[in-house]
């Protein structure tokens, strides 16, 4: 051991020996210093009069070495510190740092395993991590492919492209059974809306059970709650809606509900029974690819047929070309009279044809009575005159002639019945003999049930003088029935 009191030794000392070949002390007049230098006049260390030691090179310790004050040097290399407070500007530490607390102003770590990092601010080159829960709000300015992610996943075959068999293979076969399964199996009920809101509070939930509370959700391939959901605001879909067994749309006692090819709009309130399509009257209503259709104007276009098994009541003009006996075996009715259910009042309207001022050109009353202003209008035929006397008629009335030199004419007619009246007038001088309607046989067709086969008695009327005409009489006649 070296033991020097720079006290004893005298300023004009310049030398403290034995101590060495290699070693030189010098006393620092204006420092008070100790300095040892080498034969190249170099200080390799000092000892100030405060007690600091520093050293040109490495400080070795075979032992232990306890420092009370400060430790500054450029590198230390040791197997074990223990230190209450360690300032390292740049620390390498080939083995394990174990530490309680680490306080640094800025840290570069190839590699750093922690089971839990609590850290403020966190600046990497490259950071590789399994799991993370981050607690505020991630930023980063590039996420390692994530486009790739993103058009992968929008590529990938949607729920309605694999449920409407856009795209097939055997794992989406197997997911669409499966999602199947799982629809049709579940028993739907009708729930308000109101019981759907619930708190986390109302919830019920155990310790086991997961609570998730997020700005944002992104779900890439499939989403399923098996119990009840409730969305506070709007729900956007991109493609379709599918629900099992209907869906339910109102609060409360009132909604309406679309399940199982069935609308219905359902509320207690007797003064709110309607449900309204288009309330806007803006465009028109496509039923059934355009057989029914009605427009804004309340104009209803049938492509079809319009049938309707109770009254129909037409408040405007009814438009038809042509009108029919819905049973051709019963007549087509038109009443004009009836009994006012109220009064008791026995009400009398009347059938009118009009023109097209509306002026009336053919009226039925309700007692028969028919007014024509044009008169009446019977479908005629001229039918001449018969060498043998005998004539055919197909309409109601019309022309004959009885030959000179006869008595007679026969008029044969299917439209002759038993209660038909036949009207005749001469044309003419008749030279004082009476004309008329000598007989009438009606027309009759009937079975005869020995011979089985149809029977048919011509209808006719003959009409003539008592005696014969010296020239031809020309007359006109009317079947009336």
């Known amino acids: 051991d070296l033991k020097v009191s720079i006290a004893s030794i005298?300023?004009?000392?310049?030398?403290?020996s034995p101590i060495g070949n290699n070693t030189v002390i010098n006393i620092a007049s204006e420092s008070g210093s100790v300095l040892f230098k080498n034969n190249a006049d170099t200080t390799i260390a000092t000892i100030s009069e405060s007690g600091q030691l520093s050293l040109l090179g490495s400080l070795i310790v075979n032992g232990n070495a306890s420092i009370s004050g400060s430790?500054?040097?450029?590198?230390?290399?040791?197997?074990?510190?223990?230190?209450?407070?360690?300032?390292?500007?740049?620390?390498?530490?080939?083995?394990?740092?174990?530490?309680?607390?680490?306080?640094?102003?800025?840290?570069?770590?190839?590699?750093?395993?922690?089971?839990?990092?609590?850290l403020e601010d966190v600046k990497a080159t490259t950071a590789e991590i399994v799991?993370?829960?981050?607690?505020?709000?991630?930023?980063?300015?590039?996420?390692?492919?994530?486009?790739?992610?993103?058009?992968?996943?929008?590529?990938?075959?949607?729920?309605?492209?694999?449920?409407?068999?856009?795209?097939?293979?055997?794992?989406?076969?197997?997911?669409?059974?499966?999602?199947?399964?799982?629809?049709?199996?579940?028993?739907?009920?009708?729930?308000?809306?109101?019981?759907?809101?619930?708190?986390?509070?109302?919830?019920?939930?155990?310790?086991?059970d997961v609570v998730l509370t997020s700005t944002a959700l992104y779900v890439e391939k499939y989403f399923k709650v098996n119990g009840a959901g409730y969305i506070s605001d709007s729900l956007?879909?991109?493609?379709?809606?599918?629900?099992?067994?209907?869906?339910?749309?109102?609060?409360?006692?009132?909604?309406?509900?679309?399940?199982?090819?069935?609308?219905?709009?359902?509320?207690?309130?007797?003064?709110?029974?309607?449900?309204?399509?288009?309330?806007?009257?803006?465009?028109?209503?496509?039923?059934?690819?355009g057989l029914v259709i009605i427009d804004d104007s309340g104009l209803v276009t049938v492509n079809g047929n319009f049938e309707a098994t109770g009254d129909v009541k037409v408040g405007g003009t009814l438009l038809a070309n042509l009108i029919k006996s819905t049973d051709l075996g019963n007549p087509l009715q038109i009443q004009v009279a009836?009994?006012?259910?109220?009064?008791?009042?026995?009400?009398?309207?009347?059938?009118?044809?009009?023109?097209?001022?509306?002026?009336?050109?053919?009226?039925?009353?309700a007692q028969g009575r028919a007014e024509f202003a044009g008169g009446v209008g019977i479908g005629s035929e001229d039918l001449g005159s018969s060498l043998i006397n005998e004539l055919s008629a197909e309409k109601t009335s019309g022309k004959a002639i009885i030959n000179s030199g006869t008595n007679q004419v026969t008029i044969k007619s299917n439209l002759i019945t038993d209660k038909t009246m036949i009207y005749i007038t001469a044309v003419g001088s008749t030279n004082n003999q009476v004309l008329y309607v000598k007989s009438q046989t009606p027309h009759i067709v009937s079975i005869s049930p020995a011979m089985l086969e149809t029977i048919e008695q011509q209808g006719e009327f003959v009409v003539g003088f008592d005696n014969l005409t010296t020239t031809a009489t020309s007359f006109n006649w009317w079947i009336v029935n």
């Open 338 to 365: 009836g009994v006012d259910t109220q009064t008791g009042e026995v009400k009398e309207s009347r059938f009118e044809i009009i023109n097209e001022v509306g002026a009336p050109v053919a009226t039925f009353s």
């Open 71 to 118: 430790l500054e040097t450029g590198t230390l290399l040791t197997d074990e510190l223990n230190t209450t407070v360690a300032n390292i500007a740049t620390a390498t530490i080939s083995g394990s740092l174990t530490a309680n607390n680490i306080e640094a102003t800025s840290a570069r770590i190839t590699a750093l395993e922690a089971g839990i990092a609590q």
């Open 236 to 289: 956007a879909v991109g493609n379709s809606i599918f629900a099992g067994n209907g869906v339910v749309i109102g609060s409360g006692d009132s909604s309406t509900q679309i399940t199982n090819g069935i609308i219905a709009y359902i509320t207690p309130n007797p003064d709110d029974q309607i449900l309204k399509i288009q309330p806007t009257r803006q465009g028109s209503i496509d039923l059934l690819a």
């Open 10 to 16: 005298s300023s004009s000392s310049d030398l403290i």
């Open 131 to 208: 799991n993370a829960t981050v607690s505020g709000t991630l930023y980063a300015s590039n996420i390692y492919d994530f486009e790739n992610t993103i058009a992968t996943s929008l590529q990938t075959p949607g729920l309605l492209d694999l449920l409407i068999g856009q795209y097939s293979s055997t794992a989406s076969a197997t997911y669409i059974a499966e999602l199947y399964d799982i629809v049709n199996s579940t028993q739907f009920e009708v729930i308000a809306m109101a019981d759907l809101d619930l708190t986390l509070s109302e919830l019920n939930l155990t310790q086991d």
